[in-house]
C-alpha cells in the first residue's frame, strides 16, 4: 500500500485571517506588519505582485503602499493562533495522525484512505475549513513528508489543480517533469541559504536533487539533505514526529497529577514550562518573538469548564529564560480565575527567528537580546552536567513589562467578548 501523507497549508495565513473579517479586503493589497509595526512578514498575492518583499521594512514601502492603496495591519497574534487552534481541530476530524508543523502547517497520515479518493479528501478539506474558519487552504498528497510539501506547493502555485494536488497518482515520468519545473531551493529545508551553494554544484532543480548521490550530498553538505534526497525518492526518512528543520513553534505542557487551584501552584507550573521551552529554544539557536500560555480544567468535572489562553508579542526576540518567565506569568495572571480546578497548563513559544533576523530595540529595558547568550550558555552547561534545575530561578517579576505599538492592530474578533463583531 503506497503512504499517502498530506500537507495541509492555509495560505497567506496572517493576510487571510485578517480578510475573514474584513470581507472588503479580497483581492485588495494587505500586509501584516512584524512587532513594532517595523517590517512586512505576511503579503497578499496582490501585495507580493508588487515587487514588496518579504520582511521588507515598512518605512520603505510608504510611497508604494500609498499608490496602489494597500491596507496595512499590526501582528494580532492572538487572533492568528485562535484561528490556527481551530484549523489544526478541523484537520483531526480527517485523521487523529497529525503533525501541527507551524501555526499555518499541518501533516497527517491518510494512508489508510484508498489513494483515488484522495483529491475528493482534500477538497473536502478544503471546503470544511473555508466554510467553517472562512480561511483558504491548499492540500498537498504524497508517499513522504519531503514529497507532500512539493504537492502542496503545486496546488498553491498551478491553478488547474484547484487546490489539491496528489503526487501518488502520478506515472513515474510525469512526476519527474513536474519536479524537473520546480526551483530546488523549494525543497523543504533547502531554502535561499543552501540553493546557492546547490546551484553552484549544478543541481537547479528538484529533479536535480533527487538524482544525486545521497552519499555524495551527506559528505559535501549534511546528512539532513541526504535524507530529502531519499525522501524525494520515495523513501520514508522523515516520520511524522520527526521534523528536520527547526521547530516554528515551541510548545512546554503537561497535565497535572492532581488538580491545582491556587495560583501559586499554577505559577510554578508555568515557570517550569518556560523554562524547559527556553532550554529547547537555545538547543536549537532560535529565539522566540512571542509568548503564548494557557490554562483549562477538565470537562468532565462537575461545575463549569473553564480553558483560556493569550499570547504576548516581545519588542525584541529574546532565548532568555527570566524574560520568557516574566512575560509568561504576566500573562497568566490575566487569563487565570480562582476557585476552578486546573488540570492542565501550558506555554508556546512562536515567532521564532534566528539570530541574524533580530532588530534590536533600542528603546528596550530589556537586556539585549544577543548578549545575554553567555548567561544562558553556562547555566545550560551547569544543568546538563550537575543535573537539571541545579540552577534556576529563585524570584520572578509579574509586572507588565512593555506595551507594543501597534497602531494598526485589528481587533480581537474571536478572543474577546467585547470585541466580536456586532451586527445591526
Not at 485588495?28 to 518583499?53: F, H, Q, T, W
Not at 534526497?229 to 527547526?246: A, F, K, Q, S
Not at 539557536?285 to 470537562?299: C, D, E, K, L, T
Request: glycine share 4%.
Amino acid at each position: 500500500m503506497t503512504r499517502s501523507i498530506a500537507l495541509v497549508d492555509v495560505n497567506n495565513f496572517y493576510v487571510s485571517c485578517e480578510r475573514v473579517f474584513n470581507p472588503k479586503l479580497e483581492n485588495k493589497p494587505v500586509v501584516v506588519l512584524s512587532n513594532n509595526d517595523g517590517c512586512a512578514v505576511a503579503r497578499s498575492n496582490e501585495v507580493k505582485a508588487l515587487g514588496i518583499g518579504m520582511a521588507m521594512p515598512w518605512f520603505q514601502c510608504k510611497d508604494l503602499a500609498e499608490q496602489h492603496q494597500i491596507t496595512a495591519f499590526s501582528s494580532n497574534y492572538a487572533l492568528y493562533a485562535d484561528m490556527s487552534n481551530r484549523v489544526m481541530s478541523i484537520l483531526r476530524q480527517f485523521s487523529p495522525d497529525q503533525e501541527i508543523y507551524s501555526i499555518d502547517e499541518s501533516f497527517l497520515d491518510l494512508s489508510t484512505q484508498p489513494s483515488k479518493d484522495l483529491v475528493v479528501l482534500g477538497q473536502a478539506i478544503k471546503h470544511t475549513i473555508k466554510q467553517w474558519t472562512g480561511l483558504p487552504v491548499c492540500v498537498g498528497f504524497a508517499s513522504t513528508k519531503t514529497l507532500a510539501k512539493l504537492a502542496n506547493h503545486c496546488a498553491k502555485k498551478r491553478p488547474h489543480y484547484k487546490g489539491v494536488c496528489n503526487f501518488n497518482t502520478l506515472a513515474p515520468p510525469q512526476l519527474d517533469t513536474i519536479l524537473n519545473s520546480i526551483a530546488v531551493g523549494e525543497v523543504w529545508g533547502v531554502g535561499r541559504k543552501l540553493a546557492p551553494k546547490l546551484n553552484a554544484r549544478g543541481i537547479n532543480t528538484v529533479l536535480d536533487l533527487k538524482q544525486a548521490n545521497p552519499q555524495r550530498i551527506k559528505q559535501q553538505f549534511n546528512v539532513t539533505l541526504a535524507k530529502s534526497v531519499r525522501e524525494l525518492n520515495g523513501t520514508v526518512c522523515i516520520e511524522m514526529e520527526d521534523v528536520i528543520p527547526i521547530k516554528q513553534q515551541i510548545l512546554s505542557s503537561r497535565s497535572f497529577g492532581q488538580k491545582v487551584s491556587d495560583y501559586q501552584g499554577l505559577a510554578e507550573s508555568i515557570t517550569l514550562y518556560m523554562s524547559r521551552a527556553a532550554e529547547k529554544l537555545r538547543r536549537q539557536q532560535s529565539y522566540a518573538g512571542h509568548v503564548h500560555v494557557f490554562i483549562r480544567s477538565s470537562p468532565h468535572d462537575e461545575g463549569p469548564f473553564y480553558s483560556n489562553g493569550a499570547t504576548v508579542a516581545l519588542p525584541t526576540p529574546t532565548d532568555h529564560t527570566a524574560q520568557l518567565v516574566k512575560t509568561a506569568l504576566w500573562i497568566l495572571k490575566r487569563i487565570y480565575k480562582p476557585n476552578i480546578r486546573y488540570l492542565k497548563a501550558g506555554v508556546m513559544l512562536g515567532d521564532l527567528r534566528t539570530a541574524s533576523d533580530i532588530q534590536q530595540d533600542l528603546f528596550s529595558t530589556q537586556t539585549p537580546t544577543l548578549k545575554t547568550a553567555p548567561l544562558m550558555q553556562t547555566i545550560d552547561r551547569i544543568n546538563q552536567k550537575m543535573g537539571r534545575e541545579t540552577v534556576k530561578l529563585a524570584s520572578l517579576g509579574t509586572h507588565r513589562p512593555w506595551k507594543m505599538r501597534q497602531e494598526n492592530k485589528s481587533q480581537s474578533f474571536t478572543t474577546k467578548w467585547e470585541e466580536l463583531i456586532r451586527v445591526d
